[in-house]
């Protein structure tokens, strides 16, 4: 009888995602890699590269997915410890027949998984599953593969800095103790301007704090050094390195959705007319200025696989989602580096004025809540967005179901849709005027209420 691998929440539409030693175990990662291998051999391919992060287990994760790999028949070279892009960057440096990285992302430290690419190409969705059903069939190509450390650290940082284009700044970094830390600290000592660095040491404990920077409570630390230091600006990273935060000389945050504001302002004026995408979440100012700057905006939905998909498909030069991932195929690849998208940030201010805290105030104003995430099962998630579409569509609810509903109102919108990365809803609503906002939230803990979901305090 064959064995059966991957707990039923685990293989996620764009990542495979666990509690380590409740819902992932290294078992898990042993029969990826034969899967994955299978996969890219029967694609022809011969080549893959492997990265991990700091989390604790990483380690014993990325050594059990080699030896899956190499089981049937790969070569596989082993960048180590970094960044989920320093990962993405190999697949294309190495020129490798895919990558995968072992990272648990922002989730909570006992929680690990791993982020792929077929190809040049993220893996996700249906990919994913038939990698389930192959490991799970037990039908795997057999061969003598090899297992090769190979240093592209130095490459990285090099290829980081080409498109910088040297404007001064007094920047405060926090890489949160994630992957991204080491490459950070070599960074900044080739950039003009002033730098500090903290929460540098790679800590699979976040000894710190979490290391999300879409939560603001994540940010104080940041803010209280920007203070005390004067800086200009202050940037945020997640646990591997993909996803970025900032906050202006005034301490104030800058979400992901005004940052990709910015950053449009800065690439549209050199590709008049291109497409920009952004997630469900982000602002309808952020939409609004696209046009207004005459460019393309584009709402799809939530997700960097999905993301980076859709850029392929319209060739968008730029994307961005509200948490803090960015996307530029605009002289890079198209993945979601967050030190790169950071130093590309810093050229955007530049040539808009040099002040983060003027863009900042000069952005559409908007009043509406942050992203709001609330505790809800893996299987249940799914369901009370299923059922809340139903009534909706019942009601004649003028909305958009590109991922979950985000539903238009007179006083503006509101969005509830599944995470697939945590057992969480996401929510968010944005009006007009504070009166409005109000009646939108009173709207949405009615619409969960329906559905026996009690809303968060903060909704």
């Not at 059966?4 to 666990?18: A, C, K, M």
């Not at 498909?313 to 991932?325: F, I, N, R, T, V």
């Amino acid at each position: 009888m064959t064995e059966h691998f991957f707990h039923s929440t685990v293989l996620r539409e764009y990542d495979v995602r666990g509690i380590v030693g409740e819902t992932l175990h290294s078992a898990d990662a042993f029969a990826l890699g034969r899967a994955f291998g299978t996969h890219v051999r029967r694609a022809g391919g011969s080549r893959v590269c492997v990265g991990y992060d700091g989390r604790v287990s990483s380690p014993e994760l990325s050594s059990r997915l080699m030896e899956g790999l190499a089981s049937t028949g790969l070569e596989v070279l082993n960048i180590g410890l970094g960044a989920t892009p320093m990962l993405y960057y190999g697949v294309f440096e190495l020129d490798t027949d895919g990558g995968i990285m072992v990272t648990g992302s922002h989730n909570p430290p006992n929680y690990n998984g791993f982020k792929m690419m077929l190809g040049k190409k993220p893996c996700f969705g249906d990919a994913i599953q038939a990698l389930g059903a192959t490991a799970n069939a037990g039908d795997f190509e057999v061969g003598e593969g090899s297992i090769e450390a190979v240093d592209i650290f130095d490459r990285y940082v090099e290829r980081l800095l080409r498109d910088y284009e040297g404007a001064s700044f007094n920047v405060a970094w926090d890489p949160a103790n994630g992957a991204a830390g080491p490459a950070i600290e070599a960074l900044v000592k080739r950039l003009p301007g002033e730098h500090i660095v903290i929460n540098a040491e790679v800590d699979g404990t976040f000894p710190n704090h979490h290391a999300d920077p879409t939560v603001e409570e994540n940010l104080e630390q940041l803010k209280d050094v920007v203070a005390e230091h004067g800086c200009d600006i202050g940037l945020s990273f997640d646990g591997d390195g993909d996803r970025i935060g900032a906050v202006d000389s005034k301490g104030r945050v800058v979400w992901g959705d005004q940052m990709l504001a910015i950053m449009a302002g800065d690439l549209l004026a050199e590709l008049p007319g291109a497409p920009i995408i952004a997630d469900v979440k982000a602002s309808q100012a952020l939409f609004d200025r696209i046009s207004e700057l005459g460019g393309e905006p584009v709402m799809w939905k939530t997700g960097h696989s999905l993301i980076k998909s859709k850029m392929v498909e319209l060739k968008a030069p730029l994307a961005g989602e509200m948490s803090g991932h960015i996307f530029y195929k605009h002289k890079f690849y198209g993945h979601d580096d967050a030190i790169y998208a950071g130093l590309r940030f810093l050229n955007a201010i530049a040539k808009q004025g040099g002040d983060l805290a003027a863009l900042k105030d000069g952005l559409p104003a908007a009043i509406n809540t942050p992203e709001l995430r609330f505790d809800c099962d893996e299987v249940r998630k799914f369901e009370v967005v299923k059922e809340v579409k139903a009534r909706l569509e019942a009601a004649g609810a003028n909305m958009s179901t590109v991922d979950g509903v985000r539903v238009q109102t007179d006083d503006g919108w509101w969005l509830l849709r599944a995470s697939n990365t945590q057992a969480v809803l996401v929510a968010r609503c944005e009006a007009s005027t504070e009166e409005g906002l109000v009646r939108l939230k009173k709207t949405l803990v009615a619409v969960l209420a329906e559905s026996g979901v009690e809303a968060p305090d903060n909704l």
